[in-house]
């Protein structure tokens, strides 16, 4: 089966950086999706990661470490706009998304 | 490009009732699938349409059905509503060099 955790909720101040964490356990692994989704909308793909190591784009990077089964997004500068909740999605061989319960992020001023 | 469209976006339906949601793919894209999202919770998968075919499954009783048509647009059908039923739906589109891309989901309230 599949397993994906991350944290429910996290704040911080806007200008500021927060780092939210995942873990997964899947079998036939292929990547790990990242997505935000403000409430009421669809989930907005913001990045996905293949290969051990950290991709950047932007405000908003993404790391990877296939050998603990270990993720984060990484969000800087904060704005009120990055208010959202973040989805982690491990993408597995048997064509499907699992994805996390979502981590709800709130940037206060 | 319109993105992937979804009709209707909200709905009320009664236990017992039988539902039908659908889905424009993004152009280009070949693949369609759908999820469950309850609230504050992440999305669920239900099942994956490939060539009209159901390409893989969740863990969603057979209630759950579809149907993915020669313009790659797909229906999600939901028979016997239960009030559990109750929650967004995202169809997402994709092909085999893109990421998925979701719809503005439908919410279904079952009363």
């Known amino acids: 089966g599949q397993n994906i955790d991350q944290p429910t909720e996290m704040t911080a101040t806007e200008g500021a950086i927060v780092q939210i964490n995942c873990t997964y356990q899947?079998?036939?692994?292929?990547?790990l999706f990242w997505y935000q989704q403000h409430a009421g909308e669809a989930p907005t793909f913001l990045s996905y990661?293949?290969?051990?190591g950290l991709e950047e784009k932007g405000r908003f990077s993404s790391f990877l470490s296939r050998s603990k089964g270990y993720s984060y997004l990484l969000l800087k500068e904060l704005q009120m706009k990055d208010s959202a909740s973040y989805l982690c999605?491990?993408?597995?061989?048997?064509?499907?998304?699992?994805f996390g319960a979502g981590t709800t992020v709130t940037v206060r001023a | 490009d319109a993105g992937v469209t979804q009709s209707p976006t909200h709905l009320i339906k009664t236990r017992g009732q039988q539902v039908t949601l659908r889905c424009s793919p993004k152009?280009?894209?070949?693949?369609v699938s759908w999820y469950q999202q309850a609230l504050g919770q992440g999305p669920q998968f239900i099942f994956q349409?490939?060539?009209?075919?159901?390409?893989q499954r969740g863990n969603f009783p057979d209630r759950f059905s579809g149907h993915q048509f020669p313009n790659y647009s797909s229906e999600l059908n939901v028979n016997a509503l239960l009030l559990g039923d109750s929650a967004l739906y995202l169809c997402?589109?994709?092909?085999?060099?893109?990421?998925?891309?979701f719809g503005q989901g439908t919410r279904l309230t079952v009363v």
């Open positions: 349409y490939y060539e009209e075919e159901e390409r």
């Open positions: 999605a491990a993408d597995s061989n048997d064509y499907k998304l699992s």
């Open positions: 990661n293949v290969l051990d």
């Open positions: 997402a589109s994709s092909s085999l060099v893109t990421e998925a891309f």
């Open positions: 899947t079998s036939g692994f292929n990547g």
């Open positions: 152009s280009g894209h070949d693949t």
